[in-house]
């Protein structure tokens, strides 16, 4: 049996890492779902919400995805640092380097769509109130803290490249 392979980045720097996409990731949540905008138009008035914006919801779906797998991967890095082994062999750093693949591209297009979404809809609504305007701005705030978690994520799945096997 081969022994098994060297990290090369110690697991105590992958779990900084993870806990920062995971910071990074519950504040851009906190700050899109929380986003309100009341516009008031002919005597009604209509209250914008991020549910009502389908690439709002794509940015809270991909966050939803990225905080499960890096609280996953956060109670793995744990494990490996309390006890110094791995769980799962030799298979978990392929799943590592999958997972850790697919969740910042997913984050990535999260990002896209949300910074897409509000430079189009910001132009669209100038000058209609401050209160949208805010709102957008929030969804700037939200898109760009996302942004973030992915280049933690990118860092972390270039972790994962590193720690897998050689093969001979």
């Excluded at 209509?46 to 990225?66: C, E, H, P, Q, T």
């Excluded at 984050?107 to 709102?135: M, N, Q, R, Y």
């Excluded at 760009?144 to 972790?159: E, G, M, Q, R, W």
Aim: aromatic fraction near 14%; proline fraction near 3%; glycine fraction near 8%.
């Amino acid at each position: 049996m081969a022994p098994p392979p060297t990290t090369v980045v110690s697991p105590v720097v992958a779990l900084l890492v993870r806990v920062l996409t995971f910071a990074c990731l519950l504040i851009s949540i906190v700050i899109l779902t929380t986003n309100t905008a009341t516009l008031t138009l002919n005597f009604a008035e209509i209250k914008l919400r991020f549910k009502d914006i389908y690439a709002y919801r794509y940015m809270v779906a991909s966050i939803v995805f990225g905080i499960v797998y890096t609280l996953l991967q956060i109670a793995f890095t744990i494990y490996q640092v309390s006890t110094g082994n791995r769980l799962g062999g030799d298979g978990i750093y392929l799943f590592d380097f999958y997972g850790d693949k697919l969740i910042s591209y997913v984050l990535a297009t999260g990002t896209g769509a949300g910074f897409g979404v509000t430079k189009d809809l910001k132009a669209g609504f100038a000058g209609t109130s401050s209160s949208i305007d805010e709102f957008f701005n929030k969804g700037y705030a939200a898109a760009s803290i996302l942004l973030f978690a992915f280049l933690f994520s990118a860092v972390s799945s270039i972790f994962s490249s590193l720690s897998l096997p050689k093969r001979s």
